[in-house]
């Protein structure tokens, strides 16, 4: 009995010690700077501005004959240079494997093309004689799938390579609008496709994968016939975003392959090349290239990535790094409380994309027991990590990053409204955040005169909800009142209607 009551008061006495531990609020004050690995504008691995801290992403073609000439025999080295190279200046890769391109052969291995039952086309594509592969080649199908295999097998979970964009068409884009297109022979069957796609969804484990938006047209693809394939987790890219009518055919596909993607997938591109005026103005703000800046684009497609490489020629660097730090992930700690050996964090994604690689908040080395990975946008968690949190350091890992990269986090303070320093005062003509966490404030900053901004809030059957008015050149919209969803919000800035925004919650 002495003994028991003995146990029983020690219990109680643990409890007491427990019950009197207490929780202290840090407020970090960090800053996220930079762009963000994985995200942002790409340029070329060959440019002359790939040193530039305004990217943090590279983009290659690679081609199967550069690694394989002998069957079963593989040479790694052309890989393995680029990606030192890229790797050495702080950057991470995107690669693109292609068969096709206008103006050259193919890059089918030098075995499949001495085989006597291999007979590729010679046609005009985009005005210059091109090659096309033996689609009806059971060697060649059977090497395609082999190949990617064998580089999952080496590269799944390289820190060098952060994704890989596959096809088959023009460019290993999902089309042969210009050239001698017959499916199954100048293009993949469906059926091929369809097994190249399981094939890939088994083999990467860990990388994303992505295919051209092009493949809704089911001239080319089984999708149409088989909707089931788009259960299967891959991403997207276009390769005109932002043309003057990118709201008709290219929404249509992105909509087809349903918009929630991004949530598993990155979504990503590169700027139109429709017209040289589509690059050359694709950044201009605050109205891009018709009307529509690249930030508002970003929000809307929740864009990781995008190829940019001859934006240099247009737009400064500072403008592309902004827009660069518009695209993609970002965290931002809501609250810290902390005792001596354990600390719980809110975290927000205030960015416009999740993370699609695991990334843990860290405290001297101690990583949070939950992953960032598929935080999404405007949402919060709550994070616990093993360690007491005054006077550590607080970062954020991720074993995909090479040695050298970061991703930083905005601390507790208040979100600052976007800066147009040195660039134009255009860019604060926008709702930030957006998309924003439902219950926090959003903000508009006005045209710089010293009239008040009135602002009304809609939903999308055009019922006004509320309307306000700001004290001075920034409003501040409460969104408290509002339920999950998109709403239209109309400023009105001296006396004038200067903008209607989109806001999502």
Same mark, same amino acid.
């Given at each position: 009995?002495?003994?028991?009551?003995?146990?029983?008061?020690?219990?109680?006495?643990?409890?007491?010690?427990?019950?009197?531990?207490?929780?202290?609020?840090?407020?970090?004050?960090?800053?996220?700077?930079?762009?963000?690995?994985?995200?942002?504008?790409?340029?070329?691995?060959?440019?002359?501005?790939?040193?530039?801290?305004?990217?943090?992403?590279?983009?290659?073609?690679?081609?199967?004959?550069?690694?394989?000439?002998?069957?079963?025999?593989?040479?790694?080295?052309?890989?393995?240079?680029?990606?030192?190279?890229?790797?050495?200046?702080?950057?991470?890769?995107?690669?693109?494997?292609?068969?096709?391109?206008?103006?050259?052969?193919?890059?089918?291995?030098?075995?499949?093309?001495?085989?006597?039952?291999?007979?590729?086309?010679?046609?005009?594509?985009?005005?210059?004689?091109?090659?096309?592969?033996?689609?009806?080649?059971?060697?060649?199908?059977?090497?395609?799938?082999?190949?990617?295999?064998?580089?999952?097998?080496?590269?799944?979970?390289?820190?060098?390579?952060?994704?890989?964009?596959?096809?088959?068409?023009?460019?290993?884009?999902?089309?042969?609008?210009?050239?001698?297109?017959?499916?199954?022979?100048?293009?993949?069957?469906?059926?091929?496709?369809?097994?190249?796609?399981?094939?890939?969804?088994?083999?990467?484990?860990?990388?994303?994968?992505?295919?051209?938006?092009?493949?809704?047209?089911?001239?080319?693809?089984?999708?149409?016939?088989?909707?089931?394939?788009?259960?299967?987790?891959?991403?997207?890219?276009?390769?005109?975003?932002?043309?003057?009518?990118?709201?008709?055919?290219?929404?249509?596909?992105?909509?087809?392959?349903?918009?929630?993607?991004?949530?598993?997938?990155?979504?990503?591109?590169?700027?139109?090349?429709?017209?040289?005026?589509?690059?050359?103005?694709?950044?201009?703000?605050?109205?891009?290239?018709?009307?529509?800046?690249?930030?508002?684009?970003?929000?809307?497609?929740?864009?990781?990535?995008?190829?940019?490489?001859?934006?240099?020629?247009?737009?400064?660097?500072?403008?592309?790094?902004?827009?660069?730090?518009?695209?993609?992930?970002?965290? !931002?700690?809501?609250?810290?409380?902390?005792?001596? %050996?354990? $600390?719980? #964090?809110?975290?927000?994604? &205030?960015? =416009?994309?999740? +993370?699609?690689?695991?990334?843990?908040?860290?405290?001297?080395?101690?990583?949070?027991?939950?992953?960032?990975?598929?935080?999404?946008?405007?949402?919060?968690?709550?994070?616990?990590?093993?360690?007491?949190?005054?006077?550590?350091?607080?970062?954020?890992?991720?074993?995909?990053?090479?040695?050298?990269?970061?991703?930083?986090?905005?601390?507790?303070?208040?979100?600052?409204?976007?800066?147009?320093?040195?660039?134009?005062?255009?860019?604060?003509?926008?709702?930030?955040?957006?998309?924003?966490?439902?219950?926090?404030?959003?903000?508009?900053?006005?045209?710089?005169?010293?009239?008040?901004?009135?602002?009304?809030?809609?939903?999308?059957?055009?019922?006004?909800?509320?309307?306000? !008015?700001?004290?001075?050149?920034?409003?501040?919209? %409460?969104? $408290?009142? #509002?339920?999950?969803?998109? &709403?239209? =919000?109309?400023? +009105?800035?001296?006396?004038?209607?200067?903008?209607?925004?989109?806001?999502?919650?």
């Amino acid at each position: 009995m002495k003994s028991s009551i003995t146990i029983f008061f020690l219990a109680f006495s643990v409890f007491r010690m427990q019950a009197q531990v207490t929780f202290i609020n840090l407020y970090p004050d960090d800053s996220i700077t930079e762009v963000q690995p994985m995200t942002g504008i790409v340029f070329w691995h060959n440019s002359g501005n790939n040193t530039s801290d305004a990217i943090t992403l590279e983009f290659s073609y690679m081609l199967f004959n550069e690694v394989v000439s002998d069957s079963g025999v593989y040479n790694w080295d052309p890989v393995e240079e680029k990606l030192n190279a890229i790797a050495g200046r702080n950057h991470q890769a995107i690669f693109r494997f292609r068969y096709v391109y206008p103006g050259y052969e193919t890059s089918v291995p030098e075995y499949i093309l001495n085989r006597e039952d291999y007979h590729e086309t010679i046609g005009e594509s985009e005005g210059k004689t091109t090659h096309f592969p033996d689609w009806t080649n059971e060697e060649l199908k059977r090497f395609t799938l082999e190949f990617y295999t064998r580089f999952a097998e080496r590269y799944d979970q390289d820190p060098r390579l952060a994704f890989i964009q596959v096809g088959f068409g023009l460019w290993a884009e999902y089309h042969i609008y210009s050239g001698p297109f017959t499916l199954g022979v100048t293009f993949p069957s469906k059926e091929f496709q369809e097994s190249f796609f399981y094939h890939l969804d088994t083999t990467f484990k860990y990388i994303p994968w992505s295919i051209s938006i092009d493949a809704a047209d089911d001239t080319y693809t089984p999708f149409v016939e088989k909707p089931h394939l788009k259960e299967i987790e891959f991403g997207l890219f276009d390769d005109s975003f932002m043309h003057q009518s990118h709201s008709g055919y290219n929404t249509s596909n992105w909509n087809f392959f349903d918009r929630d993607r991004y949530l598993i997938s990155p979504a990503g591109g590169e700027f139109s090349y429709y017209s040289a005026y589509d690059q050359q103005h694709v950044l201009d703000l605050p109205d891009g290239s018709y009307g529509k800046s690249y930030e508002q684009y970003a929000r809307d497609f929740h864009i990781s990535y995008i190829m940019g490489n001859d934006q240099p020629r247009y737009q400064t660097m500072e403008r592309i790094k902004q827009a660069s730090m518009a695209s993609g992930y970002k965290f !931002k700690i809501e609250h810290l409380k902390t005792t001596a %050996d354990s $600390s719980v #964090l809110e975290i927000l994604n &205030y960015g =416009v994309a999740p +993370i699609y690689y695991d990334a843990y908040i860290t405290i001297d080395g101690t990583r949070s027991q939950g992953s960032l990975k598929g935080l999404a946008p405007g949402e919060t968690k709550t994070y616990s990590v093993s360690a007491g949190a005054e006077g550590a350091e607080i970062t954020i890992e991720c074993d995909k990053l090479p040695a050298g990269m970061q991703i930083q986090f905005y601390g507790t303070q208040e979100l600052p409204l976007i800066s147009s320093k040195n660039i134009a005062r255009d860019l604060n003509r926008l709702l930030y955040p957006n998309p924003a966490r439902r219950g926090s404030s959003v903000r508009f900053t006005g045209s710089g005169a010293q009239n008040n901004i009135e602002y009304s809030v809609y939903d999308l059957n055009g019922r006004e909800l509320f309307t306000g !008015k700001s004290t001075g050149d920034v409003a501040i919209i %409460d969104t $408290s009142g #509002l339920y999950s969803g998109c &709403y239209l =919000v109309k400023f +009105i800035d001296n006396n004038e209607i200067t903008l209607n925004q989109l806001l999502v919650l």
